[in-house]
């Protein structure tokens, strides 16, 4: 009788502890599956439960609920055992083992997953992307595809460390596949955005973004060019010159086009690049003259008066520029070159309620093309707002890293924030320092930007740089005679190293001061031809200090950015 009962006691307590699963036993399970796991134990407090995949530990959960997540993928397909194992207060315990099977979809083969990884992606599913992709590269670990799918979805997670190396795998499988490569460059930009958002002095942050802006830049532009070489210039003319705008190489659009204009001035879709490539190399009366031809002797479209507007606003003739606009809108209002080039000149004005008007549009319907997201930065910083246009250059550049036009925006800003003159040396210094890696930066993008090489003349003016301020602003002029920023930038130049030479001590004063007048001379030959090129803005206005001269130059110096024609 006591032997019987000590046995059923014993029964008892042995089943004191129970342990039962969210997962129906024998069930099929996929990608990360997640066990809840219950315990009953009566009267007795649970310590912790650990679970044990091929009798090996992996790990404990010390609290309710008591949850695991597997990685399927981590193991092979086929029957899978897990065992769980519940500990109490008192000493007791229970291991129970629960039997699986691991079916992640392999027999669909390789294409299939591949295909569902793109959908997925196309959807902003990130995690159905990554599990898709990640069962591709289970079937084929070699995939450069599958490598780039998940290294996307790793992206759109912002896990960029992984996202990051999956891109590395796909570049080491297939070196020409530009998609990973332009991916890569996405990683390292926001990586760098990252550092410039966290480095709470931000000093360090300069060379690491700036660098990063490099190997952008070259990274595209070396993927644009080797699009460019593809195309064969005598057999597919248009697409020739449709790859070089795309990188950037305007002047080898114009000669390609220059001869097939020549016989047929009426064929508006030859008549739009060339005049494109004109308007993006300060060519404005070229490019005017040629939309012109078109208007007199064939169909010009909306996109050709767009041209033509932003073409005749910078040569000052408003009245031409405002008729071109019109007939632009009567034709078209929803074309984007029209949207885009009415927001251009009205930025020009200074008509922020018109602007924001007509961005609003653009970024509902293009709100990931860079031209508008450069635009909405422009705007944003032009009122003020600098966290929303940084946002916006950010996406610009990450939209194409090329884009010069984004970095003499964002140059500029830091030029703004430092002529305020709100801030200690310190922060001056950054703002200076940051508007030079800027305006380096676009120099990269564009070698022969008077832009470029005038905010950098600007920077050294207010670094009190003034032989090196001088130096790229004769470099400006050099690049592009025809720019009344930059000779305004050159007489303001010229006029603040004749200002520094009155405080230097000097043996032979009077070579001194025939230098002093001879950069004062030249400094008012460089206002006045300032004052040719810009009638309505600088005509007759006196040699400019070099707060002034930026002022023009961040308002009316930056070149007009059109959507490229389709």
């Given at each position: 009788?006591?032997?019987?009962?000590?046995m059923a006691l014993a029964l008892l307590g042995a089943q004191a502890v129970e342990i039962q699963l969210n997962t129906q036993e024998g069930a099929k399970i996929s990608g990360e599956h997640t066990f809840r796991v219950r315990v009953v134990a009566d009267n007795e407090i649970v310590t912790q439960v650990e679970y044990y995949i091929r009798d090996e530990y992996r790990g404990k959960d010390q609290s309710t609920p008591y949850e695991f997540t597997i990685d399927t993928l981590a193991e092979p397909d086929g029957p899978f055992k897990i065992v769980f194992a519940a500990y109490t207060n008192s000493g007791k315990s229970v291991k129970k083992p629960f039997q699986f099977t691991i079916d992640n979809g392999m027999a669909k083969g390789l294409e299939f997953h591949l295909q569902a990884a793109r959908e997925a992606l196309q959807e902003s599913a990130?995690?159905?992307a990554l599990t898709s992709g990640r069962v591709a590269l289970k079937i084929d670990a070699k995939s450069a595809n599958a490598h780039l799918l998940v290294a996307r979805a790793y992206y759109g997670k912002n896990v960029l460390d992984e996202a990051q190396k999956h891109a590395e795998d796909a570049i080491e499988t297939n070196p020409d596949l530009d998609e990973a490569r332009d991916l890569l460059t996405a990683v390292s930009l926001r990586q760098a955005f990252g550092v410039l958002a966290s480095d709470s002095k931000r000093d360090g942050a300069l060379e690491a973004i700036g660098a990063a802006y490099g190997l952008a830049i070259e990274s595209t532009q070396a993927r644009l060019d080797r699009a460019l070489e593809r195309r064969d210039r005598d057999q597919e003319l248009l697409a020739y010159v449709d790859a070089a705008l795309a990188a950037g190489r305007y002047r080898l659009a114009i000669g390609a086009l220059q001869e097939p204009f020549r016989r047929d001035n009426r064929d508006s879709a030859l008549v739009n690049r060339l005049a494109y490539a004109y308007l993006r190399t300060d060519q404005y009366r070229l490019a005017s003259d040629t939309v012109g031809q078109l208007i007199r002797f064939g169909t010009p479209n909306a996109y050709s008066y767009a041209i033509r507007g932003l073409a005749e606003?910078?040569?000052?003739n408003r009245s031409a520029s405002d008729e071109a606009l019109r007939e632009a809108l009567l034709q078209d209002s929803q074309d984007i070159g029209v949207r885009t080039a009415q927001a251009v000149i009205s930025l020009k004005k200074g008509e922020t309620h018109t602007l924001r008007q007509i961005l609003n549009g653009l970024m509902n319907?293009?709100?990931q093309r860079p031209e508008v997201a450069y635009l909405v930065a422009a705007l944003s910083n032009r009122m003020?707002?600098?966290g929303q246009g940084r946002k916006f250059f950010e996406t610009a550049v990450l939209a194409n890293p090329t884009l010069y036009d984004a970095y003499l925006e964002e140059?500029?800003?830091?030029?703004?924030i430092a002529v305020d003159g709100r801030l200690d040396q310190q922060g001056l210094d950054y703002q200076l320092r940051s508007a030079e890696m800027l305006f380096q930066t676009a120099l990269k993008a564009k070698p022969d930007s008077a832009e470029a090489l005038s905010g950098l003349a600007l920077t050294k003016l207010m670094q009190a740089e003034y032989g090196k301020g001088l130096e790229w602003?004769?470099?400006a002029v050099k690049a592009a005679p025809g720019s009344a920023g930059a000779h305004y930038v050159l007489a303001a130049a010229l006029a603040g190293n004749a200002r520094q030479s009155r405080t230097i001590q000097a043996n032979d004063r009077t070579s001194l001061d025939a230098r002093r007048e001879a950069n004062m001379v030249e400094a008012r030959k460089a206002a006045e031809q300032a004052g040719r090129l810009d009638v309505p803005k600088l005509g007759g206005r006196e040699i400019p200090d070099i707060v002034t001269a930026w002022r023009y130059f961040a308002q009316f110096g930056r070149k007009p950015?059109?959507?490229p024609p389709r």
């Open positions: 009788m006591i032997a019987s009962t000590l990130w995690d159905k606003w910078e040569l000052g319907d293009y709100g003020g707002e600098y140059g500029n800003v830091a030029l703004g602003a004769r470099a950015i059109l959507t």
